[in-house]
């Protein structure tokens, strides 16, 4: 562990105390901001071209230590019987041009390694589980699920033993892939879903459109709604090949995530309203019958009372949109004398 930091060197104490994170940070913003406040700061540059600044020349040093030092004066720290140094691995600069080397251990880089980084360690939130969306955890072969645990050093043979996450947390494996079915598969391929059915739904619009405002003849409004869908369809084919692009130019999963209910509010208001407007039959029955599953398991799910509500919730949802898409898709197909709001 190599170590670059300002501390704070007490007389009468061994050791060195670290310069507040909200100190230090707060110089660099107010300069940052102002390049006259603290214009020392702007000695210190990358001298090596990687990006970063380096506090490695004796000016640099010797600027670091004077703004720190101004900064601590304008926000009124204590600092009598104390003073500023710059400590680089094992040497204590007071100054750019004097350094002291501090004793440490021959494995050592520095002796103050194990010192906090200023962020102590705190990731930033994108880095968190979840911040990309569910599968973050709920994910086949998930690290957050099925990671390995250490329950035994030794077992009677000299091996360890080991518990994936999930019997920690006394998750049943079940449910664990279940989940990852869920998050993993169920969900993208109702974003899929509904991606087709959006494409279908441009179709008939272009349809109707070209019908009803341009006037153009039954057979030429049919065919321009089966491009437009099609153009599409070879559109989202083409955004396979960067699945990052797409969710840049759409939704990201966490947005989609985050929007879950909506999305299936959506999709159940429209498979009811198709339910409706169905004359008796196997379609009829088959989406009553995903839309009875679906409001049930979603009742059980904002109570939360049955782990499996959500995946049977899902599946019904998935069901009813993949129901939509095969009615619109029917509507896009057929004749204008089939269709009652367009002859
Ligand atoms: C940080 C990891 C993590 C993230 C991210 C996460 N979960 Fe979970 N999830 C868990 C854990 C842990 C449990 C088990 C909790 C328990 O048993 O009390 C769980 C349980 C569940 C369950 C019940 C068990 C099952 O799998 O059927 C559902 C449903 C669920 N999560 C859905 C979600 C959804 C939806 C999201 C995204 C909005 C999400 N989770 C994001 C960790 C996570």
Redesign the pocket.
Known sequence: MHSAWVGIEEQGKPGLNQLFMKDFYGMWLAHKKDPSKYPELARIRDDNGDGMIEVNRPEEIDALLAATAAHLKATAFPMNARRLVYVSDDRKYTSGAAFEVLPMEPHEASPYASVYKYSHNVLPARAA??AK??T???AYQSV??EGRNLQRPFDENGASVWLANHEV???SKI??R??AL??ATLKPALHFVLCLLALVGAGIAVRILLRRLGSFPAAKARRAGWVAAGLGLLALAASAWSPRLLSYMTFDRFTL??N?FWISLVVLAGAALLAISLSPGVRKSTLMWALIVAALTGALMIGGIW??S??LFDTAVLLLAALLVLESARILIKGDENLGFLR
Do not use: P, S
């Open positions: 589980l979840g969306g569910c973050d955890c709920h957050f699920f947390i006394g998750l449910q664990v279940l989940g869920r998050e995530d985050a879950h782990w499996l959500y995946t």
